[in-house]
């Protein structure tokens, strides 16, 4: 599913990345427009199947709407198209990185994987409340690096609208106040093994990012991209530390 939303994105957004993204397979006419469409729609069917042969009603939802979301953000269609208004776009991605995910994985498997009631663990609240933080800074992030062809294009992003460097630091901050708060709810943890190795995790993240924010050049798009990267790396490094809060 999340190849058919990003291959969606990429067919519909191919003149704005041969300004933004020019080595991008459509974009750079390594791959057709119909090559693109054949992609994304194995992909979607592919995806749909495999939530129908597991027959999970919370998967398969989890699919659908992200399906939904996904192509309303990339489609150009009137009423659709979201990606256009910076608020909108943030709600998309959040709704799907920050909800969707966590709380359909986890009565996935919960409920119909060890069939056991759905009750919400401290851990799962503790996931949706962090990753809308981070979910929230993916959405203002990616744009820094596509700032010249989305105002080409008429993209009204928090980039275009507030300027790289607000952004930018809006960002940092962000992601530096969610791992104070997983800090705080590790030193508050009754089991020693998760206070200490949730404290110390997010300690190093979060130096990590700083150590990264403070030294990186503004005014270069290859060292802009490098730590957007360095943004989803730490995102995925979060469900490491996710199931040891206790």
């Not at 704005?16 to 119909?34: C, F, M, R």
């Not at 709810?185 to 190795?197: A, D, E, N, P, R």
């Not at 993240?205 to 730490?234: C, Q």
Request: aromatic fraction near 16%; charge should be positive.
């Amino acid at each position: 599913m999340n190849i058919y939303i990003v291959g969606l994105n990429q067919l519909f957004d191919i003149e704005i990345d041969k300004v933004n993204k020019p080595t991008l397979p459509l974009a750079s006419g390594e791959y057709s427009p119909a090559m693109g469409v054949a992609i994304v729609s194995v992909f979607a069917a592919m995806s749909f199947g495999l939530g129908w042969v597991v027959g999970s009603p919370p998967l398969f939802w989890a699919l659908f709407i992200s399906f939904v979301l996904g192509t309303a953000y990339s489609v150009n269609l009137p009423y659709f198209r979201w990606k256009r208004f910076a608020v909108v776009a943030a709600l998309c991605i959040l709704g799907v990185r920050a909800v969707i995910v966590q709380l359909a994985f986890f009565l996935h498997i919960q409920t119909f994987v060890f069939r056991r009631p759905a009750v919400f663990s401290k851990p799962l609240i503790f996931a949706t409340a962090f990753m809308t933080f981070f979910s929230v800074v993916i959405a203002l992030f990616k744009d820094i690096p596509d700032i010249e062809g989305d105002r080409i294009f008429g993209i009204q992003s928090f980039s275009v609208r507030l300027g790289q460097s607000k952004v930018f630091w809006t960002c940092v901050g962000l992601l530096e106040v969610a791992y104070g708060v997983a800090i705080l709810m590790g030193v508050t943890s009754s089991s020693l093994w998760s206070k200490s190795l949730t404290v110390v995790g997010h300690a190093i993240l979060a130096s990590i990012l700083w150590s990264s924010a403070r030294s990186i050049d503004l005014t270069s798009k290859a060292a802009i991209t490098s730590f957007y990267m360095l943004i989803w790396r730490l995102f995925y490094a979060e469900y490491l530390l996710i199931p040891l809060v206790r």
